[in-house]
């Protein structure tokens, strides 16, 4: 049987990137049980190439080193972007989802990140 044409649903969610504005952006779902092996829920932006992250997966190892926890701070070192934590959720034996809301107003420059 031949798969049938689904049209995309009218009204797609858009992202909007929250470094630039731009909404010419990329989304990356969460690979449950699909063909990525991804584990954590971002989008890129072609505009300013900032990946921004809406959940991130953790091990229970990762957790105690990170101190991960809602209220919290998360930073990306990697683009140089800090979110709050949103919410902390158990999903497994060893892995903790993060939920993250971006910190926009703040982006750092490389002259201001403390690692
Ligand atoms: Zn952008």
Redesign the pocket.
């Known amino acids: 049987m031949a798969a049938m044409q689904v049209p995309q649903p009218p009204i797609q969610h858009e992202r909007r990137?929250?470094?630039?504005?731009?909404d010419?952006?990329r989304h990356v779902q969460r690979g449950y049980t699909g063909p990525t092996d991804e584990v954590d829920q971002y989008f890129t932006?072609?505009?300013?190439?900032?990946v921004?992250y809406e959940l991130i997966a953790k091990t229970a190892r990762e957790m105690r080193l990170g101190r991960f926890q809602a209220g919290g701070v998360w930073k990306d070192a990697t683009n140089q972007t800090r979110y709050h934590v949103s919410r902390v959720l158990k999903v497994g034996i060893n892995e903790y989802l993060i939920y993250l809301k971006p910190i926009t107003g703040s982006v750092l420059t490389s002259s201001t990140v403390d690692d």
């Open positions: 990137c929250p470094w630039c504005g731009s010419d952006t932006c072609n505009a300013c190439g900032r921004t």
